[in-house]
């Protein structure tokens, strides 16, 4: 058997140097809301059980917050979970995909079993 090539390191900064707008805009959503509360960064990421350094990356979008962990800083942020996609803008073309894929399946005949 061949042995899996890992990818530079090069090759791994470039990929993850660019942050996902989604990934900003939930970072924004979560800082927003601790500012508004009057929690430090410190309180926040112990609730978190992530340090200090960990919630600044989650905060500035440069790396994604995992399912539990965001229902976890719904918890300690006291806010429904939606809150932190609330405002968040629709990608270019999603709307568009999101229409035909509805006009596909419903134009499906459907089948007997």
Do not use: W
Not at 22 to 27: A, C, K, L, R, S
Not at 29 to 48: C, H, K, T
């Amino acid at each position: 058997m061949t042995k899996p090539i890992a990818p530079s390191a090069e090759v791994l900064m470039v990929a993850n140097s660019a942050a996902d707008p989604i990934d900003t805009h939930v970072g924004a959503r979560v800082r927003m809301r601790r500012l508004r509360l009057g929690m430090s960064q410190e309180e926040l990421a112990d609730a978190l059980g992530v340090t200090c350094q960990q919630l600044r990356h989650y905060e500035n979008g440069t790396d994604r917050i995992g399912a539990v962990r965001l229902y976890h800083a719904a918890h300690a942020l006291q806010v429904p979970l939606i809150f932190f996609f609330e405002q968040l803008p629709v990608p270019d073309g999603m709307e568009r995909r999101r229409r035909s894929r509805r006009r596909t399946f419903s134009q499906r005949p459907r089948v007997q079993r």
